[in-house]
């Protein structure tokens, strides 16, 4: 990707506190109005994305998870991106500047009291869940030319909104399910429910309000994140790979990387890249 259109850069925090909410911080920048585009895959993690003079169309739905972006009328746009179930799609037909937090899973949860209902149904999501003192913030953040000092600002303010206590039960059941990727992969919902002392009603409800998807889904997303990240540093066979990750078989293996990218793994192996072994996606220039 050495010609790429779209420059790309990514910063890690700094405070040790905020490096357990925040993964990184992601800066996408072009100055062309040549069309671009790019596909990442279904994560646990959660983005929030800050645009300057760019509009998006975002159309997702049981078929479709599909962003397109352009030029806009307004200053700043902002939008929260993740819980998908299958490749997330991004054409960039103009130029763009835009500012992404990426939070760890259930993380954004310690900074909002916003409903996750409604975060996907606005594009001011960042003055929905945040309020700086300085109203002129996000013009002050695009305005500064280094990202290092652009994620500086950032984290400031993420560390001025944190509540840590607003999330201690879902990290619990984080935890534990952390733990049994060690010690037993196949942990169960009732057996999860049992380390926690809650109902399964309960285990669902915390899901679906911290991280925006049931329990479910969250584990079969851990175990493909973990399955791509292996299958893109071993050249170990699939049947391998896939059993390593107590997939049934390599055609359940393979199935499953369909569904959540599009690809079989042979060939998403050949359209994949890494960026700062951060980012894994496919970048086209059209």
Known sequence: MEKNLLKTII?????????????YFLFLQKNDGIPVQYSTFPNN??????????????????KVNHCIIKTGKKEFTSRIYGFHNMPFK?????????????????????????????????????EQLFQPNDKYFLEQL?????????????????????????????????????????NNPNMSVDML?????????????????????????????VRFRKALKDLMNTPDPLTTVALRHHYYDQAHFIKDFKTFTGYSPKKLLKAVSVQQQSLAWIYQEK
Do not use: W
């Open 11 to 23: 910063v890690k925090p700094e405070n040790i506190v905020l490096k357990q909410y925040v993964e």
């Open 45 to 62: 993690n959660l983005c929030l994305a800050i645009y300057r003079h760019n509009h998006v169309d975002y159309q997702r739905d049981e």
């Open 90 to 126: 991004v054409d960039i037909q103009q130029e763009l500047n835009q500012i992404c937090v990426i939070f760890h899973p259930a993380a954004l949860k310690a900074f909002t009291r916003v409903d996750f209902d409604e975060i996907c149904y606005t594009d001011q999501m960042f």
């Open 142 to 182: 695009f305005d500064e030319p280094d990202p290092a000092q652009q994620a500086r600002k950032l984290e400031r303010l993420l560390l001025n909104e944190l509540e840590e206590n607003r999330i201690s039960k879902i990290q619990e059941a984080l935890y534990h399910l952390s733990i049994a990727q060690l």
């Open 193 to 221: 429910c049992q380390k926690l002392g809650i109902s399964d009603t309960t285990l669902f409800r915390i899901f679906k309000n911290s991280l925006g998807q049931n329990p479910q889904k969250y584990i079969k997303t």
